[in-house]
């Protein structure tokens, strides 16, 4: 690797400034999903933003000269991790259509603290009290948030029970998606791994066409168009933040979507942000930060 490359992939300010925009746009993302979920079904919309990302991915990958991207010893692996994200980005879309955009947004920072869970119940990772303390401090979190919905008082068929739920739905097979990636990245490249989660996340929501097909109006095609190619610009960019600087670095910076998601909650739906929202987010927030600061220490001293 040549000194300006090295130097590239060490660049805390470029990393940091890539990660501020890729935020910036999953958060645009998620109101262009709101807004369409008003006329289109959830999994059309889920199709487009698949498919409409596939193409920036595969112009990043041809511009860096790979060769033989889709060459793989582990499809099965591949499809499971599709699978999973599938599921996630459903969860996500669903939760949206649902619940205002500050809620759904902190609901999503549960991954974290499902991927410590899901790593001591499968992977038998030994956890110390302050990581137990602080998966139990997101926890509450997600439960102040539910509470401030009526999630509790309104019962389990409820509009903000099932938001809060799908959206916790989202965090957690998000997590086993982080963990299957883990896994595929020890044998794969993360441009095949990234190529053939744009391609068969495609094919999977495509399946559901046939039984949810809404045609879109002239503003719906226009929304769909930017939900596809600004979150695939906002994968690219983020990829390009994880090689640029360490993940101290730029992972905390991904909680600035928070205020980018209240921004636009007022601008296009008037919400405010209630106090147990911002508590419950401030819990799950500080929960998320802990345990990357341990995660980070722990490396360290291995």
Avoid at 149 to 177: D, E, P, R
Wanted: hydrophobic share 55%; with cysteine; aromatic share 8%.
């Amino acid at each position: 690797m040549s000194r300006e490359a090295a130097g590239l992939r060490h660049d805390m300010r470029r990393g940091a400034l890539l990660m501020l925009a890729a935020t910036a746009l999953f958060s645009l993302m998620a109101a262009g999903v709101k807004l369409l979920s008003e006329r289109i079904p959830f999994t059309e919309i889920m199709f487009f933003r698949c498919a409409l990302a596939m193409p920036v991915v595969a112009l990043i990958v041809l511009r860096r000269g790979e060769r033989g991207i889709l060459r793989t010893r582990r499809p099965f692996g591949h499809l499971a991790r599709a699978a999973t994200g599938t599921i996630a980005m459903g969860s996500s879309f669903f939760a949206l259509s649902l619940l205002p955009l500050p809620e759904h947004t902190a609901l999503s920072y549960t991954t974290p603290i499902f991927v410590t869970l899901l790593a001591i119940l499968f992977l038998g990772e030994r956890v110390g009290i302050h990581r137990w303390a602080a998966v139990i401090l997101g926890f509450a979190g997600i439960l102040v948030i539910a509470a401030g919905q009526g999630a509790f008082a309104a019962g389990l068929a409820a509009a903000s029970t099932l938001g809060v739920l799908f959206a916790v739905n989202q965090g957690l097979f998000s997590a086993i998606t982080s963990l299957l990636v883990r896994n595929l990245s020890a044998t794969e490249r993360s441009a095949t791994i990234v190529m053939w989660q744009s391609i068969l996340m495609t094919l999977l929501t495509g399946l559901t066409l046939p039984f949810v097909w809404v045609t879109p109006g002239g503003m719906d095609w226009l929304l769909l168009l930017a939900v596809g190619l600004v979150g695939g610009i906002a994968q690219v960019l983020l990829t390009e933040a994880h090689a640029s600087a360490q993940v101290s670095a730029t992972g905390p910076l991904a909680y600035t979507s928070m205020l980018w998601a209240m921004l636009l909650g007022f601008l296009l739906w008037g919400d405010l942000p209630s106090l147990s929202m911002l508590a419950g987010a401030g819990m799950i927030v500080a929960a998320g930060l802990y345990i990357l600061h341990r995660e980070l220490r722990r490396s360290r001293r291995s």
